[in-house]
């Protein structure tokens, strides 16, 4: 098992953060602004569908062409990289079942606490409808295959080079805002997630940005505590998607999930200081 110290001297290899997260926002946004812009054109007709579901692909993809150009001729970051989509070792049951729970129960917990507060218990009914659209391309494809693609970028490099510079809650504060500002053109693009929450009210759009900031310091405990484990923070992200729309919770229901998330990374942060507040990286 590598040490703390070789922990350390790895992440420390990640040294352009600031590179990483300009590129990775600033080309999704010129493709989806582009993506919106098309989206509202009237009257909509296939050939606006497709071309604004193709540019948002491409933003979506960008920050993993990101990581190739920064890490194609370096063989070390390469390396690492690969061989922390198969580091299971360091993976102890409580962590797989943490990835794979706190969604999930957070979000039906938050509909039971809704219940007496008048809220519907339909809300737990699986519904198999869903509440945005991703163009041409299949719902399934936002809710599995964006999170792939994006952890694929964040946590194969993004993460690590905030880590390099900044002990482990200041990076999650960090790219919790970076993230919730490379979110905000998606809310132009006509009935996608982002764009739904605004039109149902400002209040759920602020609850989705600072529902961010519990998440990401929840995935990033557990991406550290398995070894820095990619597959890890993907299927946490995947999981966050996918239980939101299996279920059909009330758009309030989401922020009393918020609360929730905030309470227990609160807890998660305070019952272990030294994880996230020392600069070396310990798991």
Known sequence: METTVSHSETVGRYKKPALFFILSTLIPWVFWFAAGKISWIEPYQDKFLQ???ILACIGLLAPLG??????????I?????????FNFRDIKPVYALATCLIMPISIMLAMGISLPFGYSSEQFIITGNFTFSSGIFPVWFLLILAPVIEELA???????????????FNTSLIFGAVWGVWHMPLS????????????????YGLNFLISIIPFV???NWLYYKTG???????VFHITAGFFNELFAPHPDSKIIQTVLLCVLATVVVL??????????INN
């Open 51 to 53: 071309t604004a579901s």
């Open 66 to 75: 990101v990581v190739y150009w920064m890490t194609r001729k370096n063989r």
């Open 77 to 85: 970051l390469r390396k690492d990289i690969s061989k922390r989509f």
């Open 154 to 168: 964040w946590h194969s490099y993004g993460t690590d080079s905030l880590r390099s510079k900044f002990n482990l």
């Open 188 to 203: 132009t693009i006509r009935d996608y997630y982002q764009s739904n929450l605004v039109l149902e009210g400002w209040i």
């Open 217 to 219: 310091i929840l995935m």
């Open 228 to 234: 820095r484990n990619i597959i890890v923070a993907i």
């Open 271 to 280: 019952k272990d200081k030294k994880f996230f507040f020392d600069k070396t």
